[in-house]
Every structure is written in structure tokens, then in C-alpha cells.
């Protein structure tokens, strides 16, 4: 049971290139979600999913695009990469239902120059 | 707008010390309130969580103390140890469980517990 895991942990990308953030639970969690971390902003929710074929927009959602075709996969897309997107993205799953615990991954490292 | 405001935003305690770290929030409607704690390099975990119909809950050394008329709740860590030394979030969330649920974080303290 490897719970949420996310790749790569770091990459860097020049302004306007495009990358796909993976991010997989074997939980089978209905419930999927992408946040990045920047310093002194805490945790700020880009999108999520409450189950397959179902996503919705968060608190910063532009420049960023999803989508959920199975229950356990939930890539992030960057189509056009600006340097304030440099952050680190943390994806985080939950059961459904009254479960609120969000189980998170590990995190990626992105640098956009 | 900052829905849930959290402070200090670093702290600095010795070993043996109490722990505070408070938030403050405006939306009525949040039902739900936990605490994650983050290590340097790794995901956020969940720390300990209340519901509003509860003042105080308590596990182990932690504690969260939940005031609703002042839309107010707070993390108290006792006998801070150097294994405590991490990023904490409060959060709050609205519809806890449905199919809109949304969870908001405050902006993190940074503890540090010296030796």
C-alpha cells in the first residue's frame, strides 16, 4: 500500500513549456486534489475531483487543467509554464462520505525559469 | 480574502514548553477543523481535528481548544520536544463529507523547539 505518490519530486522547465505532474493513490479514494505551497501562503487548492470523470476548479486554478478518467490517477497539467507557477505541488486524496482526513503525497519541486 | 488567519507565524520554544499556535475564521459555516503538521521535505499529515460542537479535544500532548462565539481555535503542544520542530496548518472546511467539500488552510507556523 504505497498511498498518494506523486512524480517527478523535481523538475525545472523554461517559461512557456508545457509538463504533466503525476499524482496515483491505491486507496481507492473517491476524492483528489492538487494544492501548491508557496512560502508565507500556506496551502492554496488549484483542483479537485470527487470521483472519476468529475473535477472542479479551486482557489487557483489558472494555468493549471485536470482531469480524472480513473478512480486512482489524477495528473496536473501545466500547458504553458510561467515562473509564477514555481512552487511546490502537493496532490492529497480522501475517502468519501464523512471521512475528511486528506491523505498527501510527497510533493513536487517545480522551477520554472 | 484570507478565510482562516493563523499566527505567530514562527515560534520558538525550549524543550519542556507549551505550544500555541491560533486561528481565527469568519465563515459561519465551517464545520470541520483540523490541524497538519508538516516535516522539511515531505506531504502534510493530519495532526488532530474538531468538530464545533465539541470546546476541546485532546491526544497525547496535543490539544486543540475550540471557541465558537469567537470563531476561534488553537493548537497547544505541552512538553514541546525537538521531534515537534515542523510547519503546522490549521484548516477549516464547509459541507465536510459532501460532495462539495472544500478545505481551507491557514498560512502555517513554523515551530521551532530548542534543545
Known amino acids: 500500500n504505497a498511498g498518494v505518490t506523486q512524480t517527478p519530486k523535481f523538475q525545472v522547465l523554461k517559461t512557456g513549456q508545457s509538463m504533466t505532474l503525476q499524482c496515483a493513490q491505491d486507496m481507492n479514494h473517491e476524492y483528489m486534489s492538487w494544492y501548491r505551497q508557496d512560502p508565507g501562503m500556506g496551502l492554496r487548492l488549484i483542483h479537485y475531483s470527487v470521483g472519476a470523470g468529475i473535477t472542479d476548479q479551486g482557489e487557483v486554478p489558472n494555468g493549471y487543467n485536470v482531469s480524472r478518467s480513473t478512480t486512482e490517477d489524477f495528473p496536473l497539467r501545466l500547458l504553458s509554464a510561467a515562473p509564477s507557477q514555481t512552487s511546490v505541488y502537493f496532490c492529497?486524496?480522501?475517502?468519501?462520505?464523512?471521512?475528511?482526513?486528506?491523505?498527501f503525497g510527497s510533493g513536487t519541486q517545480l522551477s520554472v525559469l | 480574502q484570507q478565510q482562516v488567519k493563523q499566527s505567530p507565524q514562527s515560534l520558538i520554544v525550549q524543550k519542556g514548553g507549551i505550544s500555541i499556535i491560533n486561528c481565527a475564521y469568519e465563515?459561519?459555516?465551517?464545520?470541520?477543523f483540523p490541524w497538519y503538521q508538516q516535516f522539511p521535505g515531505k506531504g502534510p499529515a493530519l495532526l488532530i481535528a474538531i468538530r464545533p460542537d465539541v470546546s476541546e479535544k485532546k491526544e497525547g500532548r496535543f490539544t486543540i481548544s475550540f471557541n465558537k462565539s469567537a470563531k476561534q481555535f488553537s493548537l497547544h503542544i505541552m512538553d514541546s520536544q525537538p521531534g515537534d520542530s515542523a510547519t503546522y496548518f490549521c484548516?477549516?472546511?464547509?459541507?465536510?463529507?459532501?460532495?462539495?467539500?472544500?478545505?481551507?488552510f491557514g498560512k502555517g507556523t513554523l515551530l521551532t523547539v530548542n534543545p
Open positions: 465563515n459561519t459555516a465551517f464545520d470541520y
Open positions: 484548516a477549516a472546511s464547509t459541507n465536510s463529507g459532501g460532495s462539495n467539500y472544500k478545505l481551507t
Open positions: 492529497a486524496s480522501r475517502w468519501g462520505g464523512r471521512s475528511e482526513k486528506l491523505f
